[in-house]
């Protein structure tokens, strides 16, 4: 595996504070994409979502070569079921499933020659799109942009909405409600997510990738069009973020560009030869 490109950028600018990680070894390459902070607070000093990222990272960077994916979902939930315990987190994340650190993992295993979707992180094989959207996003999108929609014919400006994002706010319960549908299997808004606890096996997306396959491209979320160059896919972040930063018109999102910020989530890209 022979690494392209790459780009790792936290939405603050901060590496210590960026939400995304990634691992690059001899046997995986794996994007993580640790979810956006919805309860204000941090354990042992870090987002859950970093947490999460940095669990989830340390444990592929040491998975032997044949590791199945279901084992490989196993260890991660072991080692962050453990990080709850030593934090004294455990009980209170089972009663509030809001509190969990989460996180969306792509993973590229050597051995399998397949890609393993777990949550909405993107990938490309040739060219070719492969996306694991959620309906729930695209309700909490919706909500946002109308609500924003009509504070705009209220008289805000989108300076003013910059400021304060009041679309994001009244979303906000729609946002940790959805923390009780993570790995639900037997509900229509029911997704797969990585937490801590079981995942259904069934519901998480395996691509095989072709044999004759030469490239392939992972990245987070953080990209809302995906294509098959860095360059091309800076360029239309670039201009969605001059547009439309909030993020509410031309690309939907539940979150927009904070005033300040580089982006409006951070961002992940990794291109490798195969």
Same mark, same amino acid.
Request: charged share 25%.
């Given at each position: 595996?022979? $690494?392209?490109?790459?780009?790792?950028?936290?939405? *603050?600018?901060?590496?210590?504070?960026?939400?995304?990680?990634?691992?690059?070894?001899?046997? #995986?390459?794996?994007?993580?994409?640790?979810? /956006? +902070?919805?309860?204000?607070?941090?354990?042992?000093?870090?987002?859950?979502?970093?947490?999460?990222?940095?669990?989830?990272?340390?444990?592929?960077?040491?998975?032997?070569?044949?590791?199945?994916?279901? +084992?490989?979902?196993?260890?991660?939930?072991?080692?962050?079921?453990?990080?709850?315990?030593?934090?004294?987190?455990?009980?209170? $994340?089972?009663?509030?499933?809001?509190?969990?650190?989460?996180?969306?993992?792509?993973?590229?295993?050597?051995?399998?020659?397949?890609?393993?979707?777990?949550?909405?992180?993107?990938?490309?094989?040739?060219? /070719?799109?492969? /996306?694991?959207?959620?309906? $729930?996003?695209?309700?909490?999108?919706?909500?946002?942009?109308?609500?924003?929609?009509?504070?705009?014919?209220?008289?805000?400006?989108?300076?003013? *909405?910059?400021?304060?994002? /009041?679309?994001?706010? #009244?979303?906000?319960?729609?946002?940790?409600?959805?923390?009780?549908?993570?790995?639900?299997?037997?509900?229509?808004?029911?997704?797969?997510?990585? +937490?801590?606890?079981?995942?259904?096996?069934?519901?998480?997306?395996?691509?095989?990738?072709?044999?004759?396959?030469?490239?392939?491209?992972?990245?987070?979320?953080?990209?809302?069009?995906?294509?098959?160059?860095?360059?091309?896919?800076?360029?239309? *972040?670039?201009?969605?973020?001059?547009?439309?930063?909030?993020?509410?018109?031309?690309?939907?999102?539940?979150?927009?560009?904070?005033?300040?910020?580089?982006? #409006?989530?951070?961002?992940?890209?990794?291109? #490798?030869?195969?």
């Amino acid at each position: 595996m022979i $690494i392209i490109e790459l780009l790792n950028e936290g939405k *603050l600018g901060k590496a210590d504070l960026c939400e995304d990680m990634y691992v690059i070894n001899d046997y #995986f390459i794996a994007v993580i994409d640790g979810a /956006t +902070n919805v309860s204000g607070r941090k354990i042992n000093g870090k987002t859950p979502g970093r947490l999460a990222a940095e669990l989830i990272k340390e444990t592929i960077q040491n998975l032997p070569k044949d590791m199945l994916m279901s +084992n490989m979902i196993e260890e991660i939930n072991k080692n962050m079921q453990s990080a709850y315990k030593d934090f004294g987190i455990y009980e209170e $994340i089972k009663e509030n499933a809001w509190l969990a650190p989460t996180a969306s993992l792509i993973v590229y295993s050597k051995h399998y020659h397949e890609i393993w979707q777990i949550g909405d992180c993107q990938c490309m094989i040739d060219g /070719t799109l492969f /996306t694991n959207e959620k309906k $729930i996003d695209e309700i909490t999108a919706n909500a946002r942009s109308m609500y924003l929609e009509a504070e705009i014919e209220k008289g805000k400006t989108i300076e003013e *909405l910059l400021e304060n994002d /009041t679309g994001w706010n #009244f979303i906000q319960e729609l946002i940790q409600m959805q923390y009780n549908l993570q790995n639900v299997s037997d509900n229509q808004y029911g997704f797969e997510i990585i +937490n801590g606890f079981p995942v259904n096996l069934s519901t998480v997306k395996t691509i095989k990738v072709p044999n004759d396959a030469k490239q392939i491209v992972m990245a987070s979320d953080g990209y809302p069009f995906l294509k098959d160059t860095l360059k091309e896919s800076e360029e239309i *972040l670039a201009d969605i973020m001059e547009k439309d930063p909030l993020c509410f018109r031309i690309y939907k999102s539940s979150k927009g560009l904070n005033k300040g910020n580089h982006s #409006f989530d951070d961002r992940t890209y990794i291109k #490798f030869e195969v």
